[in-house]
Nanobody, 116 residues
Framework: QVQLVESGGGLVQAGGSLRLSCAAS????????MAWYRQAPGKQRELVAA???????NYADSVKDRFTISRDNAKNTVYLQMNSLKPEDTAVYSC??????????WGQGTQVTVSS
């Protein structure tokens, strides 16, 4: 099993920044990709950003040029640096990990609230 623990959420004003962290532990061998998803009230969960074990990244169009996903392999941690935050970024952000195809492991989520 893989355990994922997120941290770093909170309340921030529009235009501000936050950095989310996701620490992975357990049977992490073979994890080939990690990602951040978010779900706002009344909306479907959406992929925000993902990073592969090789370092390739992809982003949702809505966050490109504002958010950056990165990883520290020595710490088994993935980060999401969020800049120029907007009220529409308000959501519960969850970390996910994939071994093979599909994200099978999920964290508990952390709330991000952006006030206008």
């Amino acid at each position: 099993q893989v355990q994922l623990v997120e941290s770093g959420g909170g309340l921030v004003q529009a235009g501000g920044s936050l950095r989310l962290s996701c620490a992975a532990s357990g049977s992490i061998s073979g994890i080939n990709a990690m990602a951040w998803y978010r779900q706002a009230p009344g909306k479907q969960r959406e992929l925000v950003a993902a990073i592969t074990s090789g370092g390739s990244t992809n982003y949702a169009d809505s966050v490109k040029d504002r958010f950056t996903i990165s990883r520290d392999n020595a710490k088994n941690t993935v980060y999401l640096q969020m800049n120029s935050l907007k009220p529409e970024d308000t959501a519960v952000y969850s970390c996910a990990a994939a071994r093979g195809f599909g994200y099978a492991y999920w964290g508990q989520g952390t709330q991000v609230t952006v006030s206008s």
